[in-house]
Each structure stands twice: as structure tokens, then as C-alpha cells.
């Protein structure tokens, strides 16, 4: 890292738990970062070169030594991220191993040859094939709130399809990215073709204005507009991932006592700082009552505390601007009449950035906290009445990431999913799709375009070419030069041949045809 440090200006990573400073940094300048892709591309050519078994060799080392060292890096999350430990060993380490096995068993069945069959017939002597070729240098920008599972599935997803990666994570949380990176060393990855670039917003532009060929970015809205500008200037392609306002719903028939457990994990774990949390609860009318009344006994059993402790359940924010940004929205909730049943201050007992677990009723669509993303342990919780509302309530928000319908009855379940805007519906489960590596994950509106994981997050780091090779090299095609009215029948009449309704029309519309084959006029 020692040669990316060439600004004046240092940066302070902090334990967001107890303030203490882990790592100071000046950001990569633009000239560091355009150093970093350049030396991608030279180590490219020969990785993507590598047979894939190879690459899925390094993946799998990658794969023991983080088993390994699982432990470890678990702490490492826990001290710059903040969170309780077994949130960084579940979310972070155990879904990064599981995405790990999921490249390995995917990309070479992505990567083979395949055949591109032809159904018209005056195609048939050709054979077509797509092969997946990587981009090149493939750029990944990483929020802080999962430092290290979100930059490891998307990175991992780029190396074993052949792309170099230059990976920018957070300033709050780059030394999550630097251990993915050693462990990505120690498993035999050639020297290059991943890079860590540490820095800010600034380094972040430089590497969208760098030589990359192909950008995943996760982080905010506001910064996703930004990056979509300056890539389509120089149409680039950018896979983006950005914030939500996930609802859930909560149907008559379900069991409460489960679906307000939920919505208490949903909403409070990882502090709240989760793109898929629990933003907003919609309860149907009957059951709402004692819902509220189990959500707010359950939050306020919640320990805060630092992550090291095991006993924690709820984190610290991971900074003062975070703070402030949950306690304007939840203030701005109370002066439009919401009630704070529980929670709805900070705890500078435990910590300078620790925020109590806070449940709002009486809440209304007019309210920030129902309308932008909070990003804290907040639970906003509204009534609904019949199911159509519910749909038309979830509906009714800019983003589009994910969302939970909670029932007994599946059936109902999965045709209320179909109704709602977003890019993953879960029945009776909230946020752990984010670890079924199997799962598309991405949004719709402004929650982003493209997906990581699963097949279509393998597909979003190759481009894919068609290859089509004819048959009958010696021979001059029908269709080219030599036209005139009779070959305009003859094609009318192939035409009909293929598509015409009637038996008939189709047989004189053949003979017709195959008059074309022995014209003379053909060149
Ligand atoms: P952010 O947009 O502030 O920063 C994200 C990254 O972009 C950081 O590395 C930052 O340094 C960089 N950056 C900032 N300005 C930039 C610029 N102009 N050009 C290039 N890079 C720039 O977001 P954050 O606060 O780090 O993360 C929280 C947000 O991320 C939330 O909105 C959350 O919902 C979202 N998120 C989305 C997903 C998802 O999968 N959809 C997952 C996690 C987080």
C-alpha cells in the first residue's frame, strides 16, 4: 500500500465502538489510482489466459485460509465496522466462504462453450456459439457497512471469470479490504491482478474516471448519480447497487410472535446499517395492536453494547454524521405526531455513536423516516387494512431493494411477492437472501440496475460474444447479391414457406423458394 500513499492529507479509520484510531492514511491520489489499474491490465492478459480450473484453485485456497482465519477477521470487521461479532462471522465470513464455493462451482459451467442451436431453417448450415469473455479491469467501489463480504463476493465474481479488479473500499472501513486482499496473496493470486486502492470520495472519482472497462459500485443513491453521470459519458458500463426503504408486511394470518421477532432482527441488526433492513413495518389492522406491543417488549431486551462482546445484540452507528442523520429523521417523525414507543435517543453511556433500539407508531407517509433510508435501528410500524393496501403502501416509495410479506399461508404469500416493486421478495424471511449465493441480488427504481451473486452477478463481470461459424465455407449465400424481381418472389415465397397459416400457401410458397438456389444472377 506503501506507494499509493502520496497525498498530504491523512484520513483516521476509527473503532466506531470506543473511538480508538486503527489506521491513518493519506487517499490514493488519481495518479496512484491510474498506477494501480494500469498495473492490472499488464497482469490481466495472463490470468484470464489461466485455465479456470487454476482460478478456481486460488478461490479455493482463499477459501481455507478465511475458514481458517475466520475468527480473525471477524474481529477485524467488528473493530472498524462495529458490529457484534457473530453478525461479522454470519454476514460477512460465513456468506463470503459460501459465495466462494458458489464461484467455484459456477464459472466454469459459465465459462464453457456454449451452443447457440438455430430454429430457421435457412440458418442451418451454421453453427453459433456464445463464449463469456471477462471485461478486462473490472472497478468496485464498497460501502462500510459490510466492508468485507460486499467487495469478496463481487471481487471473487470478477477474478474467476479472468478480470483484474482495482478495489476501492470506504475511508471508514478499508482495513477489511487490505486483510481480503492478503488473504487473496497468501492463496497464490498473481501479482497484480487484484489491487487495494485506500481513499475517499476523491479517489473513489478517480477510479471511475480511470481506464477501468467495467464499474460495481454499492453505496448511496446520491453517489450512484453521480457515477452513472461520469460512466455514461464515456459509456461505461456500471452495475449499481444502492440504497432501500424495505418493507414489510405483515398479514392477519401471521404468527406474530415470529414476525415480530423479525421485524426487531430486521430493523436492529448490524445497528440498522443494512441496505436490506426492515425500514418500514405495514401490520394488518387486526393483529397491529399486540404486534407493536411484542416488537417493543423484544427491542427494548436488546443489549447495546460493543461488538467484541458477545453478549452485544445491537452495535454502535458507525459515526456522528451517521448519529445525526437517524436522530433528524426520527425527529422529524415526532414533530409530525409519530410516537417513540421505545428508543429515540442516543446512549452516551455505552459509547459516543450508540443509538437505543426505537419503535415509531402513529407514523404517516409525509415523514422522512417512511420515505428516505434511515440506516439506524429504527422500526417504524403503520396499520393497514386489506391487502391491496398493503401492496399500494409498499409501492408507494422511491427504492425498490428488497422486501419480506410475513403469513401462514404461502400460496397468499408468494402472490402478494409478485405485486411488489423490488428486487427480491422474501415470504416469512427478511435480509438473508443476502446469503443465499445462489440469489440474484440488486434492486429496482432507484435501488440500482445490474445484479451481483448468484448466475446473473457471474454474467454481469463477462461480455458475451457470439460466435458463428458457417458450414459450407464454398458457397455463396442465397440472400446476397443478385436481386430482382424474381428473387423478390422467391424470398416472398420462402417467406410464406416458413410463416404462412395455411398447409398450402406454405408448399407453393417452398417451390417458389427454391427456384433461388439455381439462379444465375448470384454473386
Ligand atoms: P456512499 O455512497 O457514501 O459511499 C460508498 C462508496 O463510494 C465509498 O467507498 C465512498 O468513498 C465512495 N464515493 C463517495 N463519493 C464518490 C464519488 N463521487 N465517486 C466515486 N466514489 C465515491 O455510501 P456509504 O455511506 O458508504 O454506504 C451506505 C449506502 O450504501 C446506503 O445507502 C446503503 O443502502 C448502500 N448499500 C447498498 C447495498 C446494496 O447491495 N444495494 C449494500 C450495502 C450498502
Given at each position: 500500500?506503501?506507494?499509493?500513499?502520496?497525498?498530504?492529507?491523512t484520513?483516521r479509520?476509527?473503532?466506531?465502538?470506543?473511538?480508538?484510531?486503527?489506521?491513518?492514511?493519506?487517499?490514493?491520489?488519481?495518479?496512484?489510482?491510474?498506477?494501480?489499474?494500469?498495473?492490472?491490465?499488464?497482469?490481466?492478459?495472463?490470468?484470464?489466459?489461466?485455465p479456470?480450473?487454476?482460478?478456481?484453485?486460488?478461490?479455493?485456497?482463499?477459501?481455507?485460509?478465511?475458514?481458517?482465519?475466520?475468527?480473525?477477521?471477524?474481529?477485524?470487521?467488528?473493530?472498524?465496522?462495529?458490529?457484534?461479532?457473530?453478525?461479522?462471522?454470519?454476514?460477512?465470513?460465513l456468506?463470503?466462504?459460501?459465495?466462494?464455493?458458489?464461484?467455484?462451482?459456477?464459472?466454469?459451467r459459465?465459462?464453457?462453450?456454449?451452443r447457440?442451436?438455430?430454429?430457421?431453417?435457412?440458418?442451418?448450415?451454421?453453427?453459433?456459439?456464445?463464449?463469456?469473455?471477462?471485461?478486462?479491469?473490472?472497478?468496485?467501489?464498497?460501502?462500510?457497512?459490510?466492508?468485507?463480504?460486499?467487495?469478496?463476493?463481487?471481487?471473487?465474481?470478477?477474478?474467476?471469470?479472468?478480470?483484474?479488479?482495482?478495489?476501492?473500499?470506504?475511508?471508514?472501513?478499508?482495513?477489511?479490504?487490505?486483510?481480503?486482499?492478503a488473504?487473496?496473496?497468501?492463496?497464490?493470486?498473481?501479482?497484480?491482478?487484484?489491487?487495494?486502492?485506500?481513499?475517499?470520495?476523491?479517489?473513489?472519482?478517480?477510479?471511475?474516471?480511470?481506464?477501468?472497462?467495467?464499474?460495481?459500485?454499492?453505496?448511496?443513491?446520491?453517489?450512484?448519480?453521480?457515477?452513472?453521470?461520469?460512466?455514461?459519458?464515456?459509456?461505461?458500463?456500471?452495475?449499481?447497487?444502492?440504497?432501500?426503504?424495505?418493507?414489510?408486511?405483515?398479514?392477519?394470518?401471521?404468527?406474530?410472535e415470529?414476525?415480530s421477532?423479525?421485524?426487531?432482527?430486521?430493523?436492529?441488526?448490524?445497528?440498522?446499517?443494512?441496505?436490506?433492513?426492515?425500514?418500514?413495518?405495514?401490520?394488518?389492522?387486526?393483529?397491529?395492536?399486540?404486534?407493536?406491543?411484542?416488537?417493543?417488549?423484544?427491542?427494548?431486551?436488546?443489549?447495546?453494547?460493543?461488538?467484541?462482546?458477545?453478549?452485544?445484540?445491537?452495535?454502535?452507528?458507525?459515526?456522528?454524521?451517521?448519529?445525526?442523520?437517524?436522530?433528524?429523521?426520527?425527529?422529524?417523525?415526532?414533530?409530525?405526531?409519530?410516537?417513540?414507543?421505545?428508543?429515540?435517543?442516543?446512549?452516551?453511556?455505552?459509547?459516543?455513536?450508540?443509538?437505543?433500539?426505537?419503535?415509531?407508531?402513529?407514523?404517516?407517509?409525509?415523514?422522512?423516516?417512511?420515505?428516505?433510508?434511515?440506516?439506524?435501528?429504527?422500526?417504524?410500524?403503520?396499520?393497514?387494512?386489506?391487502?391491496?393496501?398493503?401492496?399500494?403502501?409498499?409501492?408507494?416509495?422511491?427504492?425498490?431493494?428488497?422486501?419480506?410479506?410475513?403469513?401462514?399461508?404461502r400460496?397468499?404469500?408468494?402472490?402478494?411477492?409478485?405485486?411488489?416493486?423490488?428486487g427480491?421478495?422474501?415470504?416469512?424471511?427478511?435480509?438473508?437472501?443476502?446469503?443465499?449465493?445462489?440469489?440474484?441480488?440488486?434492486?429496482?427504481?432507484?435501488?440500482?440496475?445490474?445484479?451481483?451473486?448468484?448466475?446473473?452477478?457471474?454474467?454481469?463481470?463477462?461480455?458475451?460474444?457470439?460466435?458463428?461459424?458457417?458450414?459450407?465455407?464454398?458457397?455463396?449465400?442465397?440472400?446476397?447479391?443478385?436481386?430482382?424481381?424474381?428473387?423478390?418472389?422467391?424470398?416472398?415465397?420462402?417467406?410464406?414457406?416458413?410463416?404462412?397459416?395455411?398447409?398450402?400457401?406454405?408448399?407453393?410458397?417452398?417451390m417458389?423458394?427454391?427456384?433461388?438456389?439455381?439462379?444465375?444472377?448470384?454473386?
Amino acid at each position: 500500500m506503501a506507494d499509493v500513499l502520496t497525498a498530504d492529507r491523512t484520513i483516521r479509520v476509527m473503532n466506531p465502538a470506543t473511538g480508538e484510531w486503527l489506521m491513518e492514511f493519506a487517499p490514493a491520489t488519481a495518479d496512484a489510482v491510474n498506477a494501480a489499474v494500469a498495473a492490472a491490465r499488464s497482469s490481466q492478459t495472463a490470468w484470464a489466459a489461466t485455465p479456470v480450473a487454476e482460478r478456481v484453485a486460488v478461490l479455493r485456497k482463499f477459501q481455507r485460509s478465511l475458514h481458517e482465519q475466520k475468527d480473525e477477521v471477524a474481529a477485524l470487521i467488528t473493530d472498524e465496522a462495529g458490529k457484534p461479532r457473530v453478525e461479522s462471522l454470519l454476514a460477512e465470513v460465513l456468506v463470503t466462504l459460501d459465495a466462494a464455493n458458489f464461484c467455484a462451482r459456477e464459472a466454469p459451467r459459465l465459462l464453457a462453450l456454449q451452443r447457440v442451436p438455430h430454429a430457421n431453417l435457412a440458418l442451418k448450415a451454421k453453427r453459433g456459439y456464445l463464449v463469456r469473455e471477462p471485461y478486462g479491469v473490472i472497478g468496485i467501489i464498497s460501502p462500510w457497512n459490510y466492508p468485507f463480504s460486499i467487495p469478496a463476493s463481487e471481487t471473487m465474481a470478477a477474478l474467476v471469470t479472468g478480470n483484474a479488479v482495482v478495489l476501492k473500499p470506504s475511508e471508514l472501513t478499508p482495513l477489511s479490504a487490505l486483510r481480503l486482499k492478503a488473504l487473496m496473496d497468501e492463496a497464490g493470486l498473481p501479482a497484480g491482478v487484484l489491487q487495494v486502492v485506500v481513499g475517499d470520495s476523491g479517489t473513489g472519482a478517480a477510479l471511475v474516471a480511470s481506464a477501468i472497462d467495467k464499474l460495481i459500485f454499492t453505496g448511496s443513491v446520491a453517489t450512484g448519480k453521480k457515477i452513472a453521470e461520469a460512466a455514461a459519458a464515456k459509456l461505461m458500463p456500471v452495475v449499481l447497487e444502492l440504497g432501500g426503504k424495505d418493507p414489510m408486511i405483515v398479514l392477519a394470518d401471521a404468527d406474530v410472535e415470529i414476525a415480530s421477532s423479525a421485524a426487531v432482527w430486521g430493523a436492529f441488526m448490524n445497528a440498522g446499517q443494512t441496505c436490506l433492513s426492515v425500514e418500514r413495518c405495514y401490520v394488518q389492522k387486526d393483529i397491529y395492536p399486540v404486534f407493536v406491543e411484542r416488537c417493543v417488549e423484544k427491542a427494548k431486551r436488546l443489549k447495546v453494547g460493543h461488538g467484541s462482546d458477545p453478549q452485544s445484540d445491537v452495535g454502535p452507528a458507525i459515526s456522528q454524521a451517521q448519529l445525526r442523520a437517524i436522530e433528524a429523521q426520527v425527529q422529524d417523525a415526532a414533530s409530525q405526531g409519530a410516537r417513540i414507543v421505545t428508543g429515540g435517543h442516543r446512549l452516551p453511556d455505552v459509547g459516543e455513536n450508540f443509538y437505543a433500539p426505537t419503535v415509531l407508531v402513529d407514523v404517516h407517509h409525509g415523514m422522512r423516516v417512511m420515505r428516505e433510508e434511515t440506516f439506524g435501528p429504527v422500526l417504524p410500524i403503520m396499520p393497514f387494512t386489506t391487502d391491496d393496501a398493503s401492496v399500494a403502501l409498499a409501492n408507494d416509495s422511491q427504492f425498490g431493494l428488497s422486501a419480506s410479506v410475513w403469513t401462514k399461508d404461502r400460496k397468499r404469500g408468494e402472490a402478494l411477492a409478485r405485486r411488489i416493486e423490488a428486487g427480491t421478495v422474501m415470504v416469512n424471511d427478511a435480509i438473508s437472501c443476502f446469503g443465499v449465493s445462489e440469489a440474484p441480488h440488486g434492486g429496482v427504481k432507484s435501488s440500482g440496475l445490474g445484479r451481483t451473486h448468484g448466475i446473473a452477478g457471474l454474467e454481469e463481470m463477462v461480455r458475451a460474444k457470439y460466435i458463428d461459424s458457417d458450414l459450407l465455407p464454398g458457397m455463396a449465400k442465397v440472400w446476397w447479391y443478385g436481386y430482382g424481381s424474381d428473387f423478390l418472389a422467391q424470398m416472398q415465397g420462402f417467406t410464406d414457406f416458413l410463416f404462412a397459416r395455411r398447409t398450402t400457401a406454405r408448399l407453393a410458397g417452398g417451390m417458389k423458394a427454391m427456384k433461388a438456389f439455381s439462379r444465375r444472377n448470384r454473386f
